[in-house]
């Protein structure tokens, strides 16, 4: 078997491990041919609480994606989004030698090492080196150095970095489960590599994932990204409010928040009662939809605060010129595509995945956005490396160069 012939991600959800193995078509396209998920268990926040029960979901779920298949695979992405994770902005600047030879690709790694080298404290590994933009002497704005003539070259970079032991200890399950890892990707940054649009990135654009345990943010404007961030709310937590507030089995209270959930009190009829099943041995009993709304849109306050807070540490948010796209299973909440419009002031639409062929009906579904997108940005990491023949000078930035085909 050829191994390139094919790709899996497995997106470690805080709800769901979600695996999807891809079939790669004329080296350039992708077609879905399995899926499996499994409820994510031993993981808190994204990090391993569990060795053993991580394992047995990673397994399981990329088990199932592989007998769908057909395909016996034992190579994987792993897409991950924790409390453990910062993001930073860096800048680093390198004197090109020669200054009449042309900036290289080298002196660009050089200069993207000064800017990794500024920020990163010891325990925190590199998991993404993003380019922003570069300067050239005091030309800035420009987008591709190499060939150019310059004596000092500064690149503005967006750096993601995990805690070493962390991300040490979802190898290990993912090892255990019998994959051997091709990659780390950050989940936010695959839900955007399969929800948004050249044009959305370039115009300015924030792409809201809101799974279970997180809500992950990435800001993008002028074709780069400005900021991610990993927030740990998400719509587990209105499940939990709703179990506190009604005294509801939390199965009863998720169906609830799917069934009747809407992030817009005022939008919910006041004279609207449904009948609420409560923790025995308490009856079940009649409340006011509104009364539950009302619960679900002070947590969905919470979220769009933190969404407003991390575009403002870039921009101001009528720089969303492209809004927002929401994606992640808590976009499907009632009303919520309106309610972040109404607050935010800008538009906001629901992404889902595109640009693959195969079970389209099961993966065109905003739960499955970072799992398409790991395995579409997996697939230009890929040939980026061939591109270069596999001529990378250290480890650490093969894994971490990403968006770098742009430049190179
Ligand atoms: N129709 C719906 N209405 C409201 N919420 C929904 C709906 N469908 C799914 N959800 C919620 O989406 C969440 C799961 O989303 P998703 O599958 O994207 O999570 P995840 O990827 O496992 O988590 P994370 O990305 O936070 O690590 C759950 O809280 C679930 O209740
Ligand atoms: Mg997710």
Redesign the pocket.
Known sequence: MQSDEYLLAI????????AVIARVISGDDLEIIGIG?HP?EGMQN?AVVDLERTTRSIESAAQKALATAGVDYARAWIGI??GFIQSYNSRGSVAVLQGQRGITKADIRAAMRAAVDLKIPPEMEVLHVIPRGFRVDDISGVRDPEGMVGNLLEIDVHLVCGRKNDIANIGRAAQAAGFRIEGVIL?PIASSMSVLSQEEMDAGVAMV????????IAIYKDGHILQSRIVLV??????KDLVSFLAAPVEHA?TI???Y?CAITAATDDAEVIEVQRIRPRPPHHIARSNINFVIECRVDQIIEQIRKTVLSVMSVDDLVAGVVL????????G?VEKVQRELGVGANLGIPGGVTGFTDIVKS?????AIGMLQYALKERKRVRAENGKIAQRVYKKTCDLLSRFF
């Open positions: 997106d470690l959800g805080t709800t769901k491990v979600c998920t994510s994204g989004a924790a989940q994932d809101i799974g279970g345990g997180t809500t992950d998400g719509g587990d937590l209105i499940t998720e928040k799917k069934n959930g994606t992640g299973g808590s976009s499907l909440l009632g919520l905003p739960t499955c956005a970072t």
